[in-house]
């Protein structure tokens, strides 16, 4: 057999805003410029279009990158492939921490990173070799990664059709909060790319804005600061609109790194506080501690250097009474945070918090994965109801995500830059929150009679088949 194309695709979810979608397909054009120049390679992102299964046929070979959300939508891509004879490959997060699972639909499953088994797939494909599993966990150096090739850039358009472009710069959280797959999908160990290849990257992709993926690039400020001075001191020199990045609280304590992070176009900080709650440090893995006069503490200094603050909080810890949308309210409208994510606790396959409410039976029964999404209740809370929980969350979202709240956030944001800058940085003051929006009504909660909304729309269902 020799192998005639290689289809990469992400599922899909959100479509598309003003003909661009929100998530450029990162991962996926990673994985596409490994694929050989005298092999065809084509990314669909069905937030953009529909896959072209009419064009599919044995001689072709179908990566599919899934979170747990997107699994059940993968395995109905694969089957619809599988039906043209094309084999399918299905990796990331879900393959990564569930492979028994993905191996009963998919042809093969990758674990892991696939920068050594992804040449390795499409070399044994097309040798008829395809083998059901290829795992690596060996944690690849960052340094010699392949270059984003032409043909994907050239492909995907990001600029053109794209909010957001992704990057990554450093990859791996040496953290344990109870929640999180990071040390399973991305391993413990800090590991970074050479600046000088960082450079290189943005400038071909000739991107502005960026989101980076890295796990808990502020961690750096500790583990790494030579690294990020060197950073800094070269993104200070391109010509961009700003930047965001994942962060722990510890950033506010280097005043001197925050200096030159805003003066390299670092817009805003994404902050996992997790929880206004101190009953529920335990669960935090070190980082926070539900202490909100040390976050009071943390945003003042950061707004100081002229850097923004996104606080993420997730609700449903066993600390947590039914008060805690109300408590936590109190203290975002009071604190200056310029977006906030909220999130409902959930149990992922491989988390040290999944293990512990096996154990207490305490998971809602066959939950689809389509709704391990975070903004829905898969797993009975110990201090409330399931139904509270939910009804909780749909009542905090409806009164961070209205319109005005938005406006409100996004123009505090902006007054605190330069006016000269506001035409760069008015995208990104408004587009965090707007983009929390969208995810929230996934729950559908738009304001009812009662003034509550739909507490149980959007609560797994018991019954619910997996994959419906
Ligand atoms: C950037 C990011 C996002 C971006 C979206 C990026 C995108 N295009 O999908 C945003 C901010 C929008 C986002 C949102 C969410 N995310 Co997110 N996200 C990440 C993050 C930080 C980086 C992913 C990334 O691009 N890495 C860089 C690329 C190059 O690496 P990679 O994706 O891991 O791919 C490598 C391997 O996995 C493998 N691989 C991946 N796919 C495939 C496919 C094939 C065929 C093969 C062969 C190999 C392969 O090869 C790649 C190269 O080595 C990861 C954590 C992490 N470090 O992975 C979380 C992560 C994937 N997200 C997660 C979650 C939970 C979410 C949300 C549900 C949470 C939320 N409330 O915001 C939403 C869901 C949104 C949605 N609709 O999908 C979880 C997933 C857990 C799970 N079991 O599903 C992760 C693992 C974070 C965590 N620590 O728990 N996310
Ligand atoms: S600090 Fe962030 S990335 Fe690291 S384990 Fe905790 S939640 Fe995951």
Redesign the pocket.
């Known amino acids: 057999m020799s192998i005639r194309k290689a289809y990469?695709i992400?599922p899909g979810?959100?479509g598309a805003f003003l003909h661009k979608a929100?998530?450029?397909?990162?991962?996926l054009m990673?994985?596409a410029s490994l694929v050989p120049a005298e092999v065809d390679v084509e990314i669909i992102d069905e937030d953009l279009r529909p896959t072209p299964f009419a064009q599919m046929g044995p001689d072709d070979l179908v990566?599919?990158?899934?979170?747990?959300?997107?699994i059940d939508r993968a395995r109905w891509i694969a089957e619809r492939a599988q039906a043209r004879g094309a084999k399918v490959?299905?990796?990331?997060?879900?393959?990564?921490?569930a492979p028994d699972e993905v191996s009963a639909w998919a042809d093969s499953v990758?674990v892991?990173?696939?920068?050594r088994?992804?040449p390795q797939?499409i070399a044994d494909f097309d040798r008829g070799d395809l083998q059901p599993r290829y795992v690596d966990e060996e944690w690849a150096h960052l340094d010699d990664l392949p270059h984003l090739d032409e043909r994907v850039l050239r492909q995907v358009d990001e600029n053109r059709r794209y909010w957001t472009p992704?990057l990554?710069i450093t990859?791996g959280c040496p953290r344990s909060c109870t929640f999180?797959?990071?040390i399973r999908?991305?391993g413990r160990v800090m590991r970074l790319r050479p600046v000088d290849h960082v450079v290189a990257e943005i400038e071909r992709r000739k991107i502005k804005r960026f989101?980076l993926?890295?796990?808990n690039f502020g961690l750096n400020f500790r583990l790494n600061p030579d690294y990020m001075v060197e950073l800094f001191q070269a993104l200070r020199k391109l010509p961009l609109d700003g930047w965001t990045c994942?962060a722990e609280q510890m950033v506010a304590d280097h005043p001197d790194l925050l200096r030159m992070a805003k003066e390299a176009h670092l817009d805003k900080f994404f902050i996992g506080f997790e929880s206004a709650n101190p009953e529920n440090r335990r669960e935090l893995g070190g980082k926070a501690k539900g202490n909100i006069e040390r976050y009071r503490q943390v945003i003042d200094r950061i707004h100081e250097a002229g850097i923004g603050v996104v606080g993420l909080f997730v609700f449903g810890f066993d600390g947590d009474p039914p008060s805690i949308f109300e408590s936590t309210y109190d203290f975002i409208r009071s604190s200056g945070l310029d977006s906030v994510?909220i999130?409902v606790l959930?149990p992922?396959?491989g988390t040290p918090q999944r293990q512990t409410w096996i154990e207490q039976n305490r998971l809602i029964p066959n939950v689809p994965w389509s709704l391990?999404?975070?903004?829905h209740v898969t797993y009975y809370p110990k201090q409330m109801s399931a139904q509270q929980l939910a009804q909780g969350y749909d009542w905090l979202s409806r009164k961070l995500y209205g319109y005005p709240s938005i406006a409100y956030r996004g123009l505090r944001n902006l007054r605190r830059q330069p006016v000269r800058d506001w035409p760069r940085k008015a995208f990104n003051s408004f587009s965090t929150d707007f983009g929390y929006r969208l995810?929230c009504a996934h729950r559908d909660w738009a304001p009812a009679a009662d003034g509550i909304g739909h507490p149980v729309r959007g609560l797994a269902r018991e019954g619910a088949t997996i994959g419906a």
């Open positions: 990469l992400q979810r959100d929100t998530m450029a397909p990162y991962t990673r994985l990566g599919i990158t899934a979170k747990t959300l997107q490959v299905v990796g990331g997060a879900h393959a990564t921490l990758a892991g990173e696939a920068y088994t992804w797939m992704y990554e990859r999180c797959t990071a999908v991305s989101f993926t890295d796990d994942q994510s999130t959930t992922y396959v391990y999404d975070t903004n995810e």
